[in-house]
Nanobody
Framework: VQLQASGGGLVQAGGSLRLSCTAS????????MAWFRQAPAKEREFVAG????????AYADSVKGRFTISKDNIRNTMDLQMNSLKPEDTAVYYC????????????WGQGTQVTVSS
């Protein structure tokens, strides 16, 4: 499985960005997927996750109400709509996938930079 993240960029505080993760392979509909991020000098952290069919989602407290994760099993894509961005959202964002029921994420995208200016 190969994951390709895109959509990052530079935006002012209060603005919006939409990240996309495109996956190769036929097993996409079986994957639980998530977005993680890593800011400079900080550990990678969970941002949002979604179950294989999109029935359940989870968010880090820091992004609840501002970010929305979605999954399209026909187009093999997962998106993260980010609104009301803050400077502390600045990080490299990674998409990740795992088989439903597995404890760890086995496949990772290359990351896309999000920079929010104040």
């Amino acid at each position: 499985v190969q994951l390709q993240a895109s959509g990052g960029g530079l935006v002012q505080a209060g603005g919006s960005l939409r990240l996309s993760c495109t996956a190769s392979g036929r097993a996409f509909s079986r994957f639980t997927m998530a977005w993680f991020r890593q800011a400079p000098a900080k550990e990678r952290e969970f941002v949002a996750g979604i179950t294989s069919r999109g029935g359940k989602t989870a968010y880090a407290d820091s992004v609840k109400g501002r970010f929305t994760i979605s999954k399209d099993n026909i187009r093999n894509t997962m998106d993260l709509q980010m609104n009301s961005l803050k400077p502390e959202d600045t990080a490299v964002y990674y998409c990740a996938a795992r088989n439903a029921g597995d404890g760890q994420y086995d496949w990772w995208g290359q990351g896309t930079q999000v920079t929010v200016s104040s």
